[in-house]
């Protein structure tokens, strides 16, 4: 079974990628909601969650692991493959194929703080934005307003609008979407950005990657195919209505608070 976990919903933007990519493999998301945002919280505490939901993805059946949260994968990814041996992905912005076609040689890199200012992001900053100007901006309370919903309310947009408007007058011509949360934003980005610069969500390279690992370790497609999500929240109806308005289906959701 394929198991995929973020801090909350955003990792649903993978999920849609990868089901599309791998329509005849079971998938079992985790959403960490009782612990949602991790972008404030410490590397210590992310590596700890990220422990702890592997372990239980993988009592439950899971044969590889994708880390759909950037956050997460800048604090923990190393810690998670020294702990375990399954194939684990991980998510990481565009920066490497945003920089690659600029023409004005300034890009955005959208994220959280806490990615932004990650060692793993200045690392893909030297090995693949040489001589390309990179503006890091972090989408203040967008990941909030994905969890709760509000996809197109006034206060999301002005929050949007907050950070791309300010772009708008830098001459990039890129911009790395570098959180799972923020694809959901799209439309409300676009309304400013128009056709005049380049969205990038890694999540179809993320499932081509799933597809790739999958074929070269030989990883057994276990159980029958389905999808089943849950959440770490006490309340599971949250994430059930969710799931409708993201992923347009109201799959059922079951709480599992791993403490
Ligand atoms: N979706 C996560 C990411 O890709 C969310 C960040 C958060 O929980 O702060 O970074």
Redesign the pocket.
């Known amino acids: 079974m394929i198991a995929m976990y973020?801090?909350?919903?955003?990792?649903l933007?993978v999920w849609r990628a990868v089901r599309a990519a791998l329509p005849a493999w079971p998938i079992t998301y985790l959403a960490?909601q009782a612990?949602?945002?991790?972008?404030?919280?410490s590397r210590e505490e992310i590596i700890e969650r990220a422990l702890k939901i592997s372990r239980y993805l993988i009592s439950q059946g899971a044969t590889i692991l994708v880390v759909?949260?950037?956050?997460?994968?800048?604090a923990a990814i190393t810690a998670m493959r020294e702990e375990f041996s399954l194939p684990i992905v991980g998510?990481e912005p565009a920066i490497k194929p945003a920089a690659a076609m600029s023409q004005t040689g300034r890009i955005a890199v959208l994220?959280?703080e806490?990615?932004l200012a990650s060692e793993r992001v200045q690392t893909l900053l030297d090995a693949h934005a040489e001589g390309v100007d990179v503006l890091r901006r972090p989408g203040h309370g967008w990941?909030e307003q994905v969890e709760a919903g509000e996809l197109s309310s006034e206060r999301t947009r002005a929050l949007v609008r907050q950070v791309v408007e300010p772009l708008m007058g830098e001459n990039i011509d890129h911009i790395a979407l570098?959180?799972?949360?923020?694809p959901f934003l799209e439309p409300l980005i676009r309304e400013i950005t128009g056709d005049a610069i380049r969205l990038y969500d890694p999540a179809e390279a993320i499932a081509r990657r799933v597809d790739d690992l999958i074929r070269q370790h030989g990883v057994d497609c276990q159980g029958d195919s389905y999808y089943r999500f849950i959440t770490t929240a006490d309340d599971a109806g949250d994430m059930a209505q969710r799931l409708l308005q993201l992923i347009g289906h109201p799959y059922p959701v079951e709480s599992q608070p791993l403490n």
Request: charged share 10%; net charge negative; with cysteine.
């Open positions: 973020d801090s909350g919903l955003g990792g933007s960490d612990y949602c945002p991790y972008g404030p919280r759909a949260c950037n956050t997460a994968t800048t998510i994220a959280t806490y990615t990941v570098g959180c799972t949360h923020y």
